[in-house]
Every structure is written in structure tokens, then in C-alpha cells.
T-cell receptor, first 113, second 111 residues
Framework: KAGVTQTPRYLIKTRGQQVTLSCSPISGHRSVSWYQQTPGQGLQFLFEYFSETQRNKGNFPGRFSGRQFSNSRSEMNVSTLELGDSALYLC????????????FGSGTRLTVV | GESVGLHLPTLSVQEGDNSIINCAYSNSASDYFIWYKQESGKGPQFIIDIRSNMDKRQGQRVTVLLNKTVKHLSLQIAATQPGDSAVYFCAENRGGNQFYFGTGTSLTVIP
């Protein structure tokens, strides 16, 4: 079966701009979680969407937002980009129960200059 | 503060030897743990999980040990192969579908 698809793979943006990242989960998976990965902080949870509703949210500023569509595809948006937002953004899909485990995509590498 | 950490940021082992990767957690409410492997340019990949009602769980060439008394996890990889070279993360769960990840241990297998 097809895996988790994240687009684009690489992105370069300027400070102050906004960006939208996309994630297509595995077919049948209704939960999509987003993580930010940086060398110093590791993987940090941004938020989880389940059946188009945000179910969990991490400790990130309101500049980070997301949404999920009826086909379970999810988008993540970051407004007013800062240099510190440079990171690998990972999307993970699952059936929604913690024991079902995540399947991660390969990520979107965002560089803010 | 609450944290999921790792004892060593890097580990080098000879091919064929056993590897042990350690992880400490500080939240006693965590009751479910997963080990992930991340290869360069890829997202983390599930290796093995363990619930807090277990002390040990075995998979193919991997074993996870959980010591709740000292809040410590370890991942043992038997007969380490070059393909095992990657960054390994432990992740803890305290309910819901949100996981807390450590910063990872980079494993290098020397041929």
C-alpha cells in the first residue's frame, strides 16, 4: 500500500513569509499528526487531527496551524516565518489509537532565510 | 522538568556485535513506549513497542527492556549489521495519540 506522502520535500522561504505543507496519509488512516524535528530539540509534537478535528495540540505558538480534509489529507501552515522555524516537518498517519503506531512520511525540509 | 532523554548521543559498534541503546524518561505516568529508527533522508520507522505492564519484549533481532523503577528503557540489537546504522529514538506515551520523543542516539556500525 502507498505510504505517507509529504509535499514538497524541500522548501526555502524568507523571514516573514508564510508556508503551507501537505500530508497525504495511508488510505484508511483517519489520524494525522505533525512533528517538528530539529537537531537540538529532536521531534516535538505540533498537533494531531482526527476526522477533520484537532484532537491534540503541542506547545507551539499560534503561528502554527493545521487542518484536515474529509479525505484525511492534512495541511500545516506556518505564518510570519522566523529563522528558528527551519526544521524537518514530519507527518505521521495512524488509525488513531496509540497502539496502532505511527507511519511517518519522509518529511518536508523547510529552510527560512 | 519532564523529559525523554538518551544516555549517549552516539554509539559505534563492530558488525556482528550486539548493540544496546539506552533511554531515560522522567514521567511516571508514561505507560506505553515505542522505539523508532530513522535513516538519513527518511522519516522514523517503528521498530518495537512495550507497555508498562511488561518488562521485556522481543522482536526480530531486537529486544526492548523496561525498568519502571528507575524509569529506563533499552533497545538491544543482536548481531548488528551495517543496515542498522541510523538514529534511534525512544518515544513515550501518557495517553492519547501524542508521543514525546528523545533527541536520539546515532548508531554507526563498523564493517
Amino acid at each position: 500500500k502507498a505510504g505517507v506522502t509529504q509535499t514538497p520535500r524541500y522548501l526555502i522561504k524568507t523571514r516573514g513569509q508564510q508556508v503551507t505543507l501537505s500530508c497525504s496519509p495511508i488510505s484508511g488512516h483517519r489520524s494525522v499528526s505533525w512533528y517538528q524535528q530539529t537537531p537540538g530539540q529532536g521531534l516535538q509534537f505540533l498537533f494531531e487531527y482526527f476526522s477533520e478535528t484537532q484532537r491534540n495540540k503541542g506547545n507551539f505558538p499560534g503561528r502554527f496551524s493545521g487542518r484536515q480534509f474529509s479525505n484525511s489529507r492534512s495541511e500545516m501552515n506556518v505564518s510570519t516565518l522566523e529563522l528558528g522555524d527551519s526544521a524537518l516537518y514530519l507527518c505521521a498517519s495512524s488509525l488513531g489509537r496509540r497502539s496502532s503506531g505511527y507511519t511517518f512520511g519522509s518529511g518536508t525540509r523547510l529552510t527560512v532565510v | 522538568g519532564e523529559s525523554v532523554g538518551l544516555h549517549l548521543p552516539t554509539l559505534s559498534v563492530q558488525e556482528g556485535d550486539n548493540s544496546i541503546i539506552n533511554c531515560a524518561y522522567s514521567n511516571s505516568a508514561s505507560d506505553y513506549f515505542i522505539w523508532y529508527k530513522q535513516e538519513s533522508g527518511k522519516g522514523p520507522q517503528f521498530i518495537i513497542d512495550i507497555r508498562s505492564n511488561m518488562d521485556k519484549r522481543q522482536g526480530q533481532r531486537v529486544t526492548v527492556l523496561l525498568n519502571k523503577t528507575v524509569k529506563h528503557l533499552s533497545l538491544q540489537i543482536a548481531a548488528t549489521q551495517p543496515g542498522d546504522s541510523a538514529v534511534y529514538f525512544c518515544a513515550e506515551n501518557r495517553g492519547g495519540n501524542q508521543f514525546y520523543f528523545g533527541t536520539g542516539t546515532s548508531l554507526t556500525v563498523i564493517p
